[in-house]
């Protein structure tokens, strides 16, 4: 069974970085692609950042540019460097991989205050 797990959220001030990272377990094959969610209350689930094969990256539009997803190539591991943080940017952010199916972690909560 695949099992995603993320670290790194937090509490952050306006303007600072956080980076969060995310190891997959349970597979020796390669999720594909591995990426990053967030959902704020009362809001649904949105894309923030996916990177595939190849290291094609797409992005949120508003993240881009303050935001950089990267994936270690030879293991299950995806991380994502935040800067600039806004109070716009508070969300509980999930790790996500497909293998064949979709695969979600369970969530870490990072809040920015201006």
């Known amino acids: 069974q695949v099992q995603l797990m993320e670290s790194g959220g937090g509490l952050v001030q306006a303007g600072g970085s956080l980076r969060l990272s995310c190891a997959a377990s349970g597979t020796i094959f390669r999720l594909n692609p591995m990426g990053w969610y967030r959902q704020a209350p009362g809001q649904k689930r949105e894309l923030v950042a996916v990177i595939r094969n190849g290291d094609s990256a797409t992005y949120k539009d508003s993240v881009r540019g303050r935001f950089t997803i990267s994936r270690e190539n030879l293991k299950n591991t995806v991380w994502l460097q935040m800067n600039s943080l806004k109070p716009d940017d508070t969300a509980v952010y999930y790790c996500?991989?497909?293998?064949?199916?979709?695969?979600w972690g369970q969530g870490t909560q990072v809040t920015v205050s201006s």
């Open positions: 996500y991989g497909n293998l064949n199916r979709d695969y």
